[in-house]
């Protein structure tokens, strides 16, 4: 896939988060179904980095220091940070020569390795996975979510 599809492709992704996103009432970001589950503003948070911010810090091995605990974040935050997610990944491919996104190897610390345009889609796949849980955590709330609100934002 070229780097302008992939661009496409991601960003498509962002809308049903966004909307669902955009569904959570402030009084909620502290609800998880249960022990050992993020809460929903953990969940927000940890979207709101999008598949950009990996991706920047795979291309230049630069990886950030984990967080003491796991952060969270309003609706709002997290929105800001999905927004500016689009322009870290849109100038990460725009760095990178399609040759490199296709044929460049790549490695995280905790041992996954690939070429980019493999390691941009696993990112891709942690997205979507995330982007599944926020949608669970909508329906057990009691929120109209459906399979439009899950494909079609």
């Not at 041992?111 to 493999?118: H, P």
């Amino acid at each position: 896939m070229k780097k302008d599809d992939f661009y496409q492709y991601a960003v498509d992704g962002y809308r049903p988060v966004e909307n669902m996103m955009k569904m959570i009432p402030a009084d909620k970001l502290d609800w998880k179904p249960g022990d050992g589950f993020m809460t929903l503003g953990q969940l927000i948070r940890h979207l709101g980095d999008g598949i950009g911010t990996e991706l920047e810090m795979l291309v230049h091995n630069s990886w950030a220091t984990p967080a003491e605990g796991m952060p969270s974040c309003d609706v709002a935050d997290a929105l800001s940070r999905l927004e500016r997610d689009k322009g870290t990944l849109r100038a990460v491919l725009d760095g990178l020569t399609e040759e490199e996104f296709a044929n460049k190897v790549a490695s995280t610390p905790w041992g996954a390795a690939g070429t980019l345009e493999k390691m941009a889609f696993s990112f891709q796949e942690h997205f979507t996975n995330h982007k599944m849980q926020l949608f669970t955590y909508l329906k057990l709330l009691g929120f109209p979510v459906n399979t439009q609100t899950l494909y079609g934002g």
